[in-house]
């Protein structure tokens, strides 16, 4: 709820500055004035979805939270990527983008200012699309919990009977 009252003050706060009508929108008015998400890229949010929740259930840095990085997320409207963070709400309900907890030091670690050395009871999230086709990708997940500690399984996805079935291609652990 909290993100989405963020998202709506800062939605007003752009369209405020860029409109050249004396008219200004309400926050409703501006979230209803978005398309809704459109198949294919439901599609992708799934795939997203389905790959990173598979390397967290590999390996994890605990659930206190979940922080994804919404930048790795290719090809998704805002409106998509936060469809992505509602999908974790299942695994722990704590979600958030990464943008708005890496400066937070009650979750990630940094080590002398310069890189984020562990996240503290959470995990951080994101993807590397390597390919994608119609019904078919290629795609890293990356489920980080420290400079120590990650696994990056690489899948082979084959979307079938409307869901993404993975095949795993390779696996890396830091």
Same mark, same amino acid.
């Given at each position: 709820?909290?993100?989405?009252?963020?998202?709506?003050?800062?939605?007003?706060?752009?369209?405020?500055?860029?409109?050249?009508?004396?008219?200004?929108?309400?926050?409703?008015?501006?979230?209803?004035?978005?398309?809704?998400?459109?198949?294919?890229?439901?599609?992708?949010?799934?795939?997203?979805?389905?790959?990173?929740?598979?390397?967290?259930?590999?390996?994890?840095?605990?659930?206190?939270?979940?922080?994804?990085?919404?930048?790795?997320?290719?090809?998704?409207?805002?409106?998509?990527?936060?469809? !992505?963070?509602?999908?974790?709400?299942?695994?722990?309900?704590?979600?958030?983008?990464?943008?708005?907890?890496?400066?937070?030091?009650?979750?990630?670690?940094?080590?002398?200012?310069?890189?984020?050395?562990?996240?503290?009871?959470? /995990?951080?999230?994101?993807?590397?699309?390597?390919?994608?086709?119609?019904?078919?990708?290629?795609?890293?997940? !990356?489920?980080?919990?420290?400079?120590?500690?990650? !696994?990056?399984? /690489?899948?082979?996805?084959?979307? !079938?009977?409307?869901?993404?079935?993975?095949?795993?291609?390779?696996?890396?652990?830091?």
């Amino acid at each position: 709820m909290r993100r989405m009252v963020i998202f709506l003050l800062l939605l007003l706060l752009f369209l405020s500055g860029c409109s050249s009508s004396p008219v200004q929108e309400t926050p409703l008015e501006a979230e209803n004035s978005h398309p809704e998400i459109n198949a294919e890229e439901m599609k992708k949010v799934e795939l997203y979805t389905t790959v990173m929740k598979a390397a967290f259930e590999i390996e994890n840095g605990g659930n206190s939270f979940i922080a994804i990085k919404l930048d790795s997320l290719e090809g998704l409207s805002r409106r998509a990527q936060e469809k !992505v963070l509602d999908n974790f709400t299942d695994l722990c309900p704590h979600v958030y983008s990464y943008e708005e907890i890496k400066d937070d030091p009650t979750k990630i670690e940094w080590y002398n200012s310069s890189f984020p050395n562990r996240a503290i009871d959470g /995990t951080v999230l994101s993807v590397d699309l390597k390919e994608y086709g119609n019904d078919t990708a290629q795609i890293e997940a !990356v489920s980080w919990f420290g400079s120590l500690g990650a !696994v990056l399984p /690489t899948y082979e996805a084959k979307y !079938v009977n409307n869901h993404w079935e993975l095949k795993l291609i390779s696996f890396a652990v830091a």
